[in-house]
């Protein structure tokens, strides 16, 4: 038995709308593996396992998958399994360019597959393989700004598209866009963008004294219904939302007294909290699908700590509170009336949550060193990320339409 990790980070368009996901992959250290494949190739077989069990459509819905290839599948020695359709090819900086590896490539393209070209430095040497590819992938912290825009100018004598990776600041991003780059990749679209010193704009002040008043320990259940019916918008979404196929009640709920009664108090408070939280603008909608992975993924893993999974949840959605928000996090927790159990896991990942959430992060970035979690069996960690990120996508498309 092998453990297969699953994770995907988002590449966004001019718009700032989902375009595609990077999916990663890594074996575990642990992983036994018969036969005398190397180190990529066995890499390569793990993600043909994880597609055929999972597919695709679980992991990315309909939208197109950027895939690593080692050389192996590129020149054809292992038939490639993926639709066409779907999937985006990935030629690794390390893979040896030679006429095997091109003519491989204009197969791939003649065959209707998307091909990428991932942290590429360009050099005349390698002109045959931009003339057959159709993205390429540009590593911005791999070279200084003068050359990265030397390599652009180059570059936009192809018919090709540009992708960013490793977007991380803001001032990235500005760059990038200058240079008229297509595609975006980066942790920057899941950190804050502090547009502002000193005070937050009024549209999420009025969103976090929300949150905050949703957070106070002694709300009861008519303050609670009272909060929420005051806002027709969030009442329609909640109501809506739970009389959806996500429950699949018996009879329908009526009113926010009974959502209450029937899910608790807290439930009742997380489903409002998502709802506000994916009415703050000018935010591309996957960083709502990042808070909502967050928090399935860490409120599976307090099947592991024993503790509510309500405190596991709240810590994995105002994890993305920063981003959202545009404020560091520690400002908005101060603002808030948390529990010290959820300040501490938010600011700090201690405790019980706080290793919850640091096991998801790292999870989700592909940091698979990083992840410290024990599972109590094997596969729970990729089952639990993929019913997240399905949770997650249905319940988006609930409360934003």
């Not at 590449?11 to 595609?20: F, G, H, T």
């Not at 926010?256 to 000018?282: C, E, F, T």
């Not at 709502?288 to 405190?311: D, F, I, N, Y």
């Amino acid at each position: 038995m092998y453990q297969v990790y699953i994770g995907r980070q988002p590449i966004y368009d001019r718009n700032l709308e989902l375009y595609a996901y990077e999916l990663l992959f890594r074996r575990n250290d642990t992983a036994n593996l018969a036969g005398d494949l190397d180190d990529d190739l066995a890499t390569a077989q793990v993600v043909i396992n994880a597609f055929l069990e999972f597919g695709l459509d679980q992991i990315v819905g309909q939208h197109p998958a950027f895939i690593n290839l080692p050389r192996k599948f590129i020149v054809g020695d292992i038939p490639l399994p993926f639709s066409k359709d779907q999937v985006v090819l990935e030629i690794l900086e390390d893979v040896e360019v030679d006429h095997q590896v091109i003519t491989a490539v204009k197969k791939l393209r003649a065959d209707g597959y998307t091909v990428a070209l991932d942290d590429f430095v360009y050099h005349s040497s390698l002109r045959p393989l931009v003339e057959t590819s159709q993205i390429v992938k540009m590593d911005l912290l791999a070279l200084p700004r003068g050359a990265i825009r030397e390599h652009v100018a180059e570059l936009r004598k192809f018919p090709i598209k540009l992708l960013a990776e490793k977007v991380e600041t803001p001032e990235d991003y500005d760059f990038a866009r200058e240079l008229g780059f297509d595609y975006f990749q980066g942790y920057f679209f899941c950190r804050p963008k502090v547009i502002s010193g000193n005070s937050l704009p009024a549209n999420r002040l009025s969103i976090l004294r929300l949150l905050a008043k949703l957070q106070e320990p002694h709300v009861n259940i008519a303050e609670l219904a009272e909060i929420v019916s005051h806002d027709v918008a969030i009442s329609y979404k909640l109501m809506r939302s739970l009389n959806s196929a996500l429950y699949q009640l018996s009879k329908p709920i009526d009113s926010i007294h009974r959502a209450i009664v029937y899910l608790g108090l807290q439930n009742v408070k997380n489903w409002v909290s998502l709802i506000a939280m994916a009415d703050i603008p000018d935010k591309p909608q996957e960083l709502m699908v990042v808070a909502l992975t967050r928090a399935k993924m860490c409120e599976q893993l307090s099947k592991m700590t024993g503790l509510p999974k309500e405190t596991h949840f709240t810590v994995g959605l105002f994890s993305a509170l920063d981003a959202m928000m545009d404020a560091p996090l520690e400002r908005i927790v101060k603002a808030l009336p948390l529990s010290e159990e959820i300040k501490q896991a938010l600011l700090h990942q201690e405790g019980p949550a706080g290793e919850a959430l640091h096991c998801t992060l790292a999870y989700e970035r592909g940091q698979w060193e990083e992840i410290r979690c024990p599972e109590p069996e094997t596969g729970f960690l990729t089952q639990a990320y993929l019913e997240a990120i399905r949770w997650a996508d249905e319940v988006t498309s609930k409360i934003q339409a």
